[in-house]
């Protein structure tokens, strides 16, 4: 009999929360104008109410944005003072996790470290080596890392409890990188099995449960839209296109190149024959059994976007592949420095730094610019961790190495190692490894192609990129094309219900 009222009280209670559909204000405009869109729609047919989340001052932009899309009721998520328990609870987590970093190291800390059973380290550790070169010696007593630590503690029991108080039906991000609103709201509404629908501006996701996403989060969209592609027509274009960007013969009219292409596109565009380099390794790989060319990625970008690495981050990975290669005099290294490190995240002395440290006749530095199809003619594998330099390789049909998921993994372009064994294993017995045939080589100039594409194209936004136009600009676009936009035949339209019919 009391077991029957208390579950009848407890009914009572669940049927007053409000039913909402959380959206993640990143503070991007082209985010904003997608998730805005997307959320009307689910609106009208689920008949819930929208709560929009920022963790920073709400840019004013986004807000007007929200607003021509009847979306203005919006909670901050951040550190507030009357939330006093919250800011004791957070206090005392912060205090035990830097006691168990302190006794397990940061490689426990990325791989390991949860909040109430939802993992939030990854996320929490690329923000923090984001800037500053703190994966060169990271220090969780450091006042940048305990910081970053409390507020995302706080930010995640923040959010726990908008859960608990409300009856969440959905929850859209534009971002699953870095520790922030979006990844946090993403993690925690796996842990409760709520649908959380990711919108880019090339693809989307419906992720249902906890164990869906476990790599690049389009590489499913990416794989299924080439399945269904006209393959004689996109045979034709991938060739076209492959040809064009070997030759650096890209082309666009209407916005700026730099804006425009990816930076390995423009490296085609710019890259040089350094013809006494690659004469000096045609001359030094005859005393060599293998000659292996090493790429690094940028270590301070996204580590864990698309899942775990088999090392801690790609500074680590540098460091411990360097050693090894120093150690394998029967093979030719390569190294080449990521064009980005310099450009973009001042890294540049840092992996010099590291090449030097490992200096040995069997490894060399590759300069910038060299022309990489002169490049794969010499080399016996690629190696990097998840870089378009190995997608490359394969539409040259040179065998190449990942060590983490991403959208061209199928199991035929890229070998994988899944540990640091396999990683190794592979580069010791290069000729144990099967090179790529024709059939792959056709695929990885497809997968190239389409990649692109999406990334030109952005077919899921509803104008063109906000850094291409004006504010105003952008702003007074899209309210004179909703009405439009909105129309059942409309292109963009049709896309975005197929989403809201799938959730």
Known sequence: MQENFYKKIKKMLKIKKRKLILIADRGSSDVSVRLGFLASKIIKKKKIKPLILYEFKQKKESKDIFNLFKLNNSQFIGVKIK??????KTLFLTFISIIKILIFGFDWFVKS???????LGDLIYDRYIRKGHKFVNPNCLEISFL???FKSIFKFLLLKKIFKKNNVKYSLIGSNTYISISTILMRVSQFYRIPVIYVSGESYKIIRNKKEIVGDIISKFVQNQLKYSNQKRLKIDAENYFKKRVKGKLTINK????KYFDHDELNWMTSKDNNNFIKKIK??????SNTILYAPHCFAESNHRCGDLIFRDFYQEAIETLEFAKKQKNILWLFKIHPYSQKRYNELKIVRKLYYKYKSPNILLVPFRCNNEKLFKLVDLVVSTRGHICLEAATFGVRNLINSHIFYDDGKISYR?????????????????KKPDKTIVIEAKKILYFRKKLQVSNPYNLLPARKLIGKNEFYNKLKRNIKKTSLAFNAKNKIYTDIVEKI
């Open 113 to 119: 470290f949860e909040i109430e059973k939802i993992r």
């Open 255 to 258: 916005y700026d190149i730099k």
């Open 417 to 433: 190692a899944k540990n640091k064994n396999e990683y190794f294993k592979f580069m010791s017995n290069v000729n144990s490894l």
């Open 283 to 288: 001359i030094k790989k005859l005393n060599y």
């Open 83 to 88: 939330e006093l328990i919250l800011l004791i």
């Open 147 to 149: 910081i970053l630590l």
